[in-house]
Each structure stands twice: as structure tokens, then as C-alpha cells.
């Protein structure tokens, strides 16, 4: 059996050789490996580095991704391998040299099985990138993805960096090029509604670097919840309960806004400020846990409502944008890879 790793990339040279390499070093177990980098016609080193540690090894390939955009990059990896196995994979990533073997092997539970990953274990590398990890491993940070909390083994809705049947795509299809975000959550829905099923494993994890500033992270969450609005009207529903929690805490903040402002009634003000008082709690809550200076309290609670508010902001941008006004949707948003 043969199992194909794509990789979208572009400017990594930080993290693309021990990506690369958590991969060769897997333990195969009959499994042949082959790796797919899907460039985005990067401007630092990222290709000579690629060039230089495998430019003689067969199982690497270095594939140019032109239009430099995520979902054209997987969709490249996936059109240029016939692997029995497909696995999508961030460029931030190092997955267990046991990834690919259990995951590979959990197939063999259930015919219907689609699609398997394992957990995500976040990744730091400075103090705030620590307490953003923390935050999107809590279910108060992110809910119940339970490839983020790990709660169990079992059928999930979706995955991170999942691993594929070759199949899958003859019988659903590739990944929606329109999809600037959310390409793997629109797909595995997709999986879903074909009839096929998602494993989690949580005994085999993928080491992720998550973003180290407010800003960055502010912006990632604000494209996931505006692109989730398309991902819902292209499919005419709702994806998951979860994502619409961040749009309701947005939409309480505005309205708070408005009755200070323009309600002169003092018990109506009191009143609208409880929802928040109450939020702040329950974040201070969480954010106490495992503490080693107040520090991380302080960057736990901005970043959990960085979390919460950009998320939902982006979903009500994405409502106006693509319900009200009808847009259609555009990748002039930036050029990014996984």
C-alpha cells in the first residue's frame, strides 16, 4: 500500500524540512511514503532548502502550486499521486512517527470509514504562543472539536490533516477552490454527506506551531468564521451548532453597545452588562488553570476573546457579504498555505 502526503507551502523555511522529515521517519509497516510539496512559488529559501536535503531522494517531489492559494495546492498533490492513501498536511506541522500507521490501520474498523486523523497537539515557542495554545486545546477556547480537546477516540465530524481512501475524492470530489479557509471542514462535510465516516484517534497526535501574536491570530479566526457563512449558503445549512455561538456572542456585544449608548434607563444598562460580566468570569475561570505568573491570566483572557469575537465578527461579515448582498466569493484576500 502506498500513502501520499501533500503539502502546501510557501515561505516556510522555518518549518518545511522537519515537517518533511516527521514524515520519511514514520514508521511504515508496509506502507510506501510518498511526499508532495505544493509550492507556492515561495521567495525565501523554502525551495533550495527542499532542493538540498532531498533533491536525491525519489520520495520527495516538489510540485509548483501557481496560483498560491491552499485549496489548489491540495487539489495539485491529490491530481499528481495514485497512493491508495491521501493525506493533507500543514506546512507548521510534525506529525508521531506513528501517525501514519495507526491511522492507516483504523480504516480497517469499518468500511464506511472515510477519513482518520489524530490529535492536534499544539505547539509554542514563546510565552504567548504557549497560552495560545492552551486556549485553542480548551472547550471554552474552541468548543467541541474534539480533534483540538481530545475527549475520546470515535466518529467525529471532522479532522485535522486528515488522511484520506483514495476514493474518497473519485466519489466526492476535490476541495472547493472558492475556499480561501475552512477547505477541510467544507470537504469533510461533504465526506459526510457521501456516507462516509470520520475516525478520531487520540492515541496518535500532529505537533502544530500556532501563531505567536494577537493580530495574527485575530485575523485567522476572522477568516474562519467569514468563510464559514459561504461554506453554509453553498450548502444551503447550517455545518455544526458550534460555529454560530462566536456569531450570538458578537451580536450581544453590539446590541450592549447600542442600549449604553442610546437606552438612558439605568436598570436596562445593568442589565446588558450581565451577559459580559458572566463571559469575563467563565474566561477568568479558565484562564486560572495551570497558571505560572499572572502574566498568562491576563494573555489567556485577550486571547480567548480574540478567540470568540474575531470569529464571530468574521461570521457576521461573511452574512453580509455572501447572504445579504450576494457576493461571490474571492481569493484577492491574501495569499495563504496551511
Not at 525551495?47 to 520520495?59: E, F, G, I, T
Not at 475524492?169 to 479557509?181: A, N, P, Q, T, W
Request: hydrophobic share 45%; aromatic share 12%; net charge positive.
Amino acid at each position: 500500500m502506498k500513502i501520499a502526503v501533500t503539502i502546501p507551502c510557501r515561505n516556510e523555511e522555518k518549518y518545511i524540512i522537519p515537517c518533511v522529515q516527521s514524515v520519511l521517519n514514520s514508521k511504515t509497516s508496509g506502507l510506501e511514503i510518498e511526499v508532495l510539496v505544493c509550492d507556492g512559488k515561495s521567495t525565501d529559501s523554502t525551495l533550495s532548502l527542499l532542493d538540498k536535503h532531498y533533491a536525491l531522494d525519489p520520495r520527495v517531489k516538489i510540485l509548483i502550486n501557481e496560483s498560491q492559494f491552499t485549496p489548489q495546492a491540495l487539489n495539485l498533490g491529490i491530481k499528481n499521486t495514485h497512493a491508495d492513501f491521501i493525506m493533507i498536511l500543514g506546512a507548521h506541522s510534525i506529525i508521531s512517527d506513528d501517525y501514519l500507521q495507526k491511522c492507516v490501520a483504523a480504516f480497517a474498523l469499518d468500511p464506511t470509514i472515510g477519513c482518520t486523523g489524530g490529535l492536534l497537539v499544539n505547539q509554542h515557542e514563546d510565552l504567548l504562543a504557549d497560552n495560545v495554545s492552551f486556549c485553542m486545546s480548551s472547550t471554552f477556547g474552541v468548543g467541541s472539536a474534539h480533534f483540538r480537546t481530545g475527549a475520546s477516540s470515535g466518529y467525529v465530524d471532522t479532522v485535522a490533516f486528515g488522511i484520506y481512501r483514495k476514493e474518497v475524492f473519485e466519489k466526492v470530489g476535490l476541495f472547493d477552490e472558492d475556499l480561501v479557509r475552512n477547505q477541510d471542514d467544507e470537504f469533510n462535510y461533504r465526506v459526510v454527506q457521501k456516507g462516509y465516516k470520520i475516525y478520531l484517534l487520540i492515541d496518535t497526535t500532529i505537533q502544530y506551531f500556532v501563531r505567536s501574536s494577537f493580530s495574527k491570530l485575530w485575523n485567522q479566526y476572522l477568516q474562519y468564521g467569514y468563510w464559514k457563512v459561504y461554506v453554509n449558503t453553498k450548502h444551503k445549512t447550517v455545518t455544526s451548532i458550534r460555529q454560530l455561538i462566536p456569531f450570538f456572542w458578537v451580536c450581544y456585544l453590539i446590541s450592549m453597545l447600542l442600549v449604553l449608548l442610546l437606552i438612558p434607563m439605568m436598570p436596562l444598562k445593568i442589565l446588558s452588562l450581565l451577559p459580559l460580566f458572566s463571559y469575563l468570569l467563565i474566561a477568568f475561570y479558565f484562564s486560572t488553570k495551570k497558571i505560572h505568573a499572572l502574566k498568562d491570566m491576563i494573555q489567556r483572557m485577550i486571547i480567548y476573546l480574540i478567540l470568540h469575537t474575531s470569529y464571530g465578527w468574521g461570521y457576521l461579515k461573511g452574512i453580509f457579504h455572501f447572504v445579504l448582498l450576494n457576493k461571490k466569493p474571492s481569493n484577492k484576500a491574501g495569499m495563504l498555505t496551511r
